[in-house]
């Protein structure tokens, strides 16, 4: 993890404490579903909660502990029995060290789909509020980085809003799939342990009962959880080419926000950079990076290898912190975007008219001219405008076949924008619902 | 596409010709839709339908027309025009290609993901009828590759069933994200075509509505379809991985179907090789080696550019047809598995009894020895079978603090296989439901 | 593979009759070497060069063999037998059917290097000539999408020579790793197989032998092999990327080569889109998807495992043809890529002389200015400039503390391009020698 | 980076304090060079260096400048001023940040690579003195799992050593490429900074000069860098797999070092589980999943974006700290590997001798059989033994067609290990040289 691009919030998720509280409750949660059935007795479980419920475990004490024992588990119920007292000895009966580690991770990866939920819907609400305020700020519309037909930069961030819907449907998706419980036993029989406790720690802890689990719990669920963080990462890149792209120096429709007394550059004071979408682009990158070993995790041996541990032990902190960053960047970044209306007008007018070309080609043919004697017309007047020889309104009204078809306002009216944005409000509502 | 580990029903979903015919359909709906809308003449919906429901597409000549537009749809469509005559004129208006490019693929991806689910159906019934079958063959469950606990084969079997539950549950939502119809002309405004057009064609193919195309689809939602295909990979890879590792010489508990005639290898004429699922771990990685560009192809720039194309063409036939492939044939393997319950007893007899250590364990905490005396005590004797000198349940029945704790008779209980057995009704119902 | 991005030429390395003929040179060349040490007759072996030098092997027909022996040297064996004659009987003794598919597989990627090779000497020498021909023609360097300093298109062009001569010699690397010649025997002891036989048919095949082989090339050499083609293949992205950049619409200072008769856009006639490097783009993807895959074959199991095949049936054309056809591509395009020196000044003013801020800043604190003031002198001018009130040299003159320390012609003099091409000469030289 | 899988030395390289001496030395030598030229005073480049040579400097401090400039290398500019005094105005005159950093970068990872292949060289030797060891301790070898010929540990090891000879020419190329110094200025023109101050840097810090950068060092060369180490990633799994399947309980051919006092399993105190080999597997998936990151890294837009930074921050520690991890732990490993010949025998002995049939049916081919009948006569004894009908030798012996072609004597000459191990000597002296 880098703490560069951490929250604490976040971070905290993933310390040895959080660890090891989650590990308590597994472990007295089944102590009380295990003195419920009669397999240890009550008062057990009842001095267990006692004394470990709000303990603040001592890391360092279990980390000497486990240099001995060699076992992460073993060290901490060692622990606890040094904090909890001689009932801890009733701790762990017939569970597997995979069954509390597991369900740990079942649980912080739970968290931290809750996390990036909240994220994504403060991102979504940023670009709502933007795509609101910009609903018919027309720019141009660029396919291959050329000017193609006017659009409006609301319908822009519409369309990353909704992909962002999508990011959260996957996300919720992604959460349901690793949120399960298995208390299960060394391979999976409950040979020694009933089925019972695990449906208790399950209920306790918010969690689906994993319906067959090997001492471990399958780790498909996993990989289809880094995939859903990988697609939104690539959705936050998107986003952000789109701002970088905006914020060239030719361009210039949007910059990122500038803070007073930021240096953007050490060597050229006038450059204002955008580094955070180039470092959002860049997390993208880190984050998907989880994808591939997450997918080489799933094909474990028989019940089990334990290869997979030392990738999670990456994977899992490093793609949901770095997420959670993006996401927040992102939406920040959103908050505050300088939008500049003014350039994107001018944009949108720099070919001279050009962007009209299609509806000037579909107007012609309208007129009974042949979809190919059309498409010379226009091109032949397009040529001109680009090699600077004329506005293309003003050419194609000197033009012969087409002055013969239309009148100047015909071709006026041609070159209309609010022709292109009849139908914002029919997007907005599919986006937004109606009335946005 | 490996023609070798290609299905002609998978491979076919390819084909120019059906590609072609998807085009059709959608520019033929479209019309229809116009001609409603009165922007065309119905009768030139007719005719077009009339001359090309039935058409085969001279594919051939579709290239040579390209060769010389260098566009793909415009060339289709003027072949359209050769074939279905002038009436064709009113096809493709106030449409980009893209509009038809992207709904074809949705179209195509959406029947990939149909035939998928369907292959993911095959194998699922037949491990199920495997795992039935295996219900209660004792097979010993091994973590780390090392003996651990008993558990049987149908189990086993029994996890990657709820495995492939998942993948087709992944596969369903796979198939909903990319089930979408863009017709919205240039940028995604709809400023020369009619949403309702775009509803129509919808709704004909049974695609639901793109809530906002900017010229193309996003592709975040073909990102998802591809990491739902490297999941299932990966749960074929751990299927194939399993039965490798049984079919090892010195294990021998399955083997792969040998046929009558089938020559092993060239040099060694006694050996049965578990190709087939060697075979299905280089699929695995082969469908895996889509999510990588896949992901790379969201952030296009602006409205779109074309990057994603090639990219496509490459991963959409080639990960669908070779999951369709390894799908079918892990279904086919499954149902034809050769399974040795004597081996897999043998074998987890092999360590003369230790498999029942931990048992023997917590029999003996619950007769009052601590936890580290009981650990001490079959540590040492499960160290003696390790070195050879005895089986386990006599050891113990040797020792002196085991025998001072337990019976002969209470011993001989905790090696009774059946006590590992008693919960497979209740896994077996969570993954099948009740009474498998 | 994909038929559109493959040259015929770069395809047929791939092609049934290609790896016939490999195949029987290997087998032929052993015999050459059997008979030389006495294990064949001489006569055998001359009859086989006889029989099979010019044959033109019957593909359908071994196809046909290997549906029934299911195994593909051994019916091409049977085949040789049906053209060649009994003498074919003394082929392939001792040697196991992966000394002739993993020789094959060398020969055919070492060929695949050496074609490789060659396309980047063709682009490099493109390249090299467009950098030659605009050496001195300036245009702004960016940083962060954002103006910086002058450059010279010519510079831009020889960081990327630069970059395409590393290629050149990571693909030699490349082909040096793959290029060796195993015939050992079932697991590599040569039990049945003299080493001479290898050293000879390393020897003609102009291979080196692998000192190693346990039945199998070690798959480390191919994983290094198809890292070297993507790394490559990044490079080329990063060329297509820049020209993706200078084709936009605002900053037009590069186009591709547009062909006379070529539709831009079904709908927009005036467009031409940069497709050929977003092509790239979408290739250098594809080629890259072969890395992982590539990685993950090389944990093949004990003396080997045969999940590599099915990768690299799919990896090994793929990969090398579409890099062929991406730096064919390139090649082509950089050979005729329009280039407007214009608008790249026209684009070096658009800042009013912003680029030569930093100058200006060293400027005055060689005039004794802290480098603190002359940081705010240089900035609060600056953003003047950025706000549309002037441009930079005229604001300099009338800033105060600017012209205390400096006179007008010394501002001036900062603002020479010429200043920031000195070293251009001493950049050429260490690209493409003195003189250049 | 995950601390338990990072050694101090390692992980120091990538220290801040590590990073703020380098940032110094490159500053300071800079200096020197400027001094040297008569750009700043001879007595300000002694000042900077009697000031800072043994200076800690105050990362906690450099942070909090940082939060006002948000900008690192301006951040320790301003610190260093703090520590060395006023001279300090002299340094990074022309310079620009990425000068520093990418040149601090360069000699982090060249020294990273040094430690890289000292581990390799480790790991090497312990291979080595374990192939010597083992030359002739006879084990079966395996393709795809099942029993093929007879081999020898040490051969399999002589093919893991070669392999990691070719990983360190890998690393010692990587090495090589990133090895590089810029020191050009804001676009790699050298406007403000002479040449000759970055070839004196070069020099200082053992680096070449970057022939054209373009204020970043091109990112193909860490592109190529990260893929070295993937591959090594790779060779060190397929070490890893080979131990964890000898380690198999049914095969117990070789285990992993077992530490006085380790508990393998808190529930099963039997269980030795190779865990070392399987985190190994696990960090090679680590180290592999720097490699994609790093390969989208190198299309930076135009002469840079800082994309690449972040994903540096995280890939460059994790990837050499974790790969040294894995190389070390692999070193010591197999220094101390328990190998267990007499299980090897025992297991090349279960098929009884069927691991002998390809030389049987050469020596009967050898004897005017022609290869079809000898193919049949060997597969149908082969098959017996398969099904537990006797042992291989005998079952020869007794069938007609062989035992009419062969003497017992000439029979049992077949199934003398010796034969399989006569070429060891020359494989080994391939590998380790003559006298190995």
């Not at 905006?246 to 450059?271: C, D, I, N, W």
């Amino acid at each position: 993890m880098i703490p560069r691009y951490a929250r604490p919030e976040a971070a905290d998720l993933w310390s040895p404490q959080t660890r090891y509280r989650i590990w308590f409750e597994i472990e007295a949660h089944a102590a009380d579903a295990m003195a419920e059935l009669g397999v240890i007795p009550k008062a057990a479980a009842e001095a267990i909660w006692a004394g470990g419920k709000d303990a603040i475990w001592d890391a360092d004490r279990i980390d000497e502990i486990e240099r001995t024992t060699r076992h992460d588990v073993l060290a901490f119920l060692t622990h606890v029995a040094e904090v909890v007292g001689p009932e801890a000895r009733f701790l762990h009966q017939g569970l597997t060290s995979s069954d509390v580690l597991d369900t740990c991770l079942a649980v912080q990866l739970s968290r931290a789909a809750d996390m990036l939920i909240e994220d994504v819907d403060l991102l979504m609400a940023a670009i709502k509020r933007r795509a609101i305020e910009h609903k018919y700020t027309p720019t141009v519309g660029r396919s291959h980085g050329i000017h193609a037909e006017p659009t409006t930069f609301g319908l822009k961030l519409a369309g990353h809003y909704a992909e962002f819907q999508r990011a959260k449907e996957r996300l919720a998706m992604a959460r349901f799939e690793v949120a399960t419980c298995a208390i299960s036993g060394s391979v999976g029989t409950f040979a020694n342990v009933d089925p019972r406790v695990e449906a208790h720690v399950a209920e306790k802890l918010g969690l689906a009962v994993e319906p067959v689990s090997s001492q471990v719990i399958p780790r498909d669920r996993h990989a289809a959880f880094f995939a859903a963080l990988a697609v939104t990462a690539s959705s936050i890149e998107r986003l952000a080419i789109e701002i970088r792209h905006l914020q060239r120096t030719e361009v210039l429709e949007a910059e990122e926000p500038f803070e007073v007394g930021q240096k953007g550059s050490s060597s050229m004071p006038h450059k204002r950079n955008p580094i955070l979408t180039e470092n959002l682009t860049g997390l993208a990158r880190l984050v998907r990076s989880a994808v591939v070993p997450a997918l080489e995790n799933v094909a474990l041996w028989h019940e089990r290898d334990i290869s997979h541990s030392s990738v999670e032990r990456g994977i899992a902190p490093d793609a949901t912190v770095h997420l959670d960053f993006a996401l927040r960047r992102a939406a920040s970044l959103m908050e505050r975007l300088v939008v500049y209306p003014d350039n994107m007008l001018k944009n949108l007018d720099r070919l001279g008219g050009l962007v009209h070309s299609q509806r000037v080609m579909l107007g012609l043919t309208q007129k009974n001219i042949s979809r190919e004697d059309a498409y010379a017309a226009v091109q032949g007047n397009a040529m001109k405008v680009w090699r600077g020889e004329g506005r293309f309104l003003e050419l194609l009204k000197a033009d012969p076949v087409v002055s013969k078809a239309m009148t100047d306002a015909e071709l006026e009216a041609l070159f209309d924008l609010g022709y292109h944005f009849k139908h914002v409000d029919t997007i907005f509502a599919r986006v937004f619902g109606e009335g946005a």
